[in-house]
Nanobody, 124 residues
Framework: QVQLVESGGGLVEPGGSLRLSCALS????????MAWFRQAPGQQRELVAA?????????FYADFVKGRFTISRDNTKTTLYLQMNNLKHEDTAIYYC????????????????WGQGTQVTVSS
């Protein structure tokens, strides 16, 4: 059974950095496209960044994180990462990772699996 577990969230000041991790267990990591979403209080869940299976292709980034966030994956550690730099108040949200065989399903929010989320709070 595939499980996704996020970690790395926390409280950070504006301008600071965090690195989120999403560990996949249950096998098949290289076959999954994966993405990061976030959901702020009272807001809909939104796509932050996505990476196709095996890491091939150009990563996708939402406009509001371009130049600040970097998505990557380590197939040997079966882990997806999100490096977040120059964080802003509006980046405060619960961050979720997901995984699926179909890239389109991953980016449109209908993947096979979701993690439980990790809270990121940007505040001075």
């Amino acid at each position: 059974q595939v499980q996704l577990v996020e970690s790395g969230g926390g409280l950070v000041e504006p301008g600071g950095s965090l690195r989120l991790s999403c560990a996949l267990s249950g096998g098949g990591f290289v076959y999954y496209s994966m993405a990061w979403f976030r959901q702020a209080p009272g807001q809909q869940r939104e796509l932050v960044a996505a990476l196709s299976r095996g890491g091939r292709g150009t990563p996708f980034y939402a406009d509001f994180v371009k130049g600040r966030f970097t998505i990557s994956r380590d197939n040997t550690k079966t882990t997806l990462y999100l490096q977040m730099n120059n964080l802003k108040h509006e980046d405060t949200a619960i961050y979720y990772c997901n995984a699926g065989f179909q890239y389109d399903s991953v980016v449109n929010g209908t993947p096979m699996y979701w993690g439980q989320g990790t809270q990121v709070t940007v505040s001075s």
